[in-house]
């Protein structure tokens, strides 16, 4: 068994898979509605279980940070296959940012010398709503399409990037009380976010309905992670709580690449074992997985709590 601050660490790993993501970058006249945009444009995008995507703000930008000198927000939209994610892009970004008072949208990677993937339409399409009155202009080899719309112009640049990118990174707390899983969960949350090319698309970036494969109703995917629920200790054959645990958090990460979902799994274990411990309450840590059957990406709790410089 391995400890931090009192807190088990299970020897388990959270399993994850490939998907599809991208990076697109709103500006607005300030920040409050560069963040209205966002916080819209990945709204109900939590799970592609449900939702078909998930999504989340990546980080506020300064004016310094954004290619209109404007203030603005970095989202990152992710799916399980291209197509599905440039169908969502499209109704997201017509819905709640073309909508959106003083807005601008532009792709999160540079077109000049993109990673690795493939073109999708940013405002490509959304050029339409112009009804013909719309007009390009190419700026460095980029083209960029001008809208009226009645506070002005939608500026939008026509493509972005659609790259391969890693779903799933998670971890689950497990606290004597409510207060002790959300006091552990949003430590871990507010650490995660201080990193690049990550989301954590819950809300709050935190989900208390975990899942598992499979249910008893046919029509149903998944259903509830009856083994972590702690109203059905005693109930389910094989329960993964003890008498301690009341209260189980889940966090899960989409990132950019493996190493972004590890690197926020490891500050997140950090932060909820440092800030709350088992002082505050959290009893043990575990992961996700599916036996490996699921995703090829296997985070595994014991070496990221080794990277973490802590003791057995």
């Given at each position: ?236 054959a094989k329960s993964e709580l003890d008498a301690r645990v009341a209260s189980v958090m889940e966090i899960v990460i989409d990132g950019l690449t493996e190493a972004d979902v590890a690197a926020a799994m490891r ?46």
């Amino acid at each position: 068994m391995r400890e931090r601050h009192g807190v088990a660490i299970d020897d388990t790993f959270a399993e994850a898979f490939p998907m599809k993501a991208t990076r697109v970058i709103v500006t607005a006249h300030n920040l409050t509605w560069a963040r209205h945009a966002g916080v819209t444009a990945t709204g109900f995008a939590t799970s592609v279980i449900g939702a078909g995507v998930e999504a989340g703000i990546e980080r506020e930008l300064t004016p310094a940070e954004t290619p209109d000198g404007r203030p603005g927000v970095a989202l990152l939209f992710f799916a399980m296959s291209g197509t599905l994610l440039a169908k969502q892009l499209e109704t997201r970004l017509g819905q709640c940012v073309l909508t959106c008072p003083t807005t601008a949208v532009y792709a999160g990677f540079d077109m000049r010398n993109p990673p690795p993937g493939d073109t999708i339409a940013l405002g490509k399409n959304l050029r339409f709503f112009g009804d013909g009155w719309q007009i390009s202009k190419v700026v460095d080899g980029k083209r960029y399409w001008r809208v009226p719309v009645m506070d002005g112009e939608f500026v939008a640049e026509e493509t972005t990037r659609l790259i391969k990118a890693v779903g799933g990174g998670n971890l689950l707390l497990l606290a004597r009380s409510t207060e002790a899983a959300l006091a552990a969960a949003e430590a871990a949350v507010a650490a995660m976010k201080r990193l690049p090319n990550v989301v954590m698309p819950f809300p709050g970036g935190v989900v208390r309905s975990g899942s598992k494969v499979g249910s008893k109703y046919a029509a149903l995917s998944a259903s509830t992670n009856d083994a972590f629920c702690p109203t059905l200790r005693g109930l389910v054959a094989k329960s993964e709580l003890d008498a301690r645990v009341a209260s189980v958090m889940e966090i899960v990460i989409d990132g950019l690449t493996e190493a972004d979902v590890a690197a926020a799994m490891r500050v997140g274990l950090i932060a909820a074992t440092d800030e709350v411990g088992a002082a505050g309450g959290l009893v043990r840590i575990s992961a996700g997985n599916y036996g490996g059957k699921l995703g090829p990406y296997l985070f595994h709790l014991h070496p990221l709590l080794a990277q973490a410089g802590a003791a057995s």
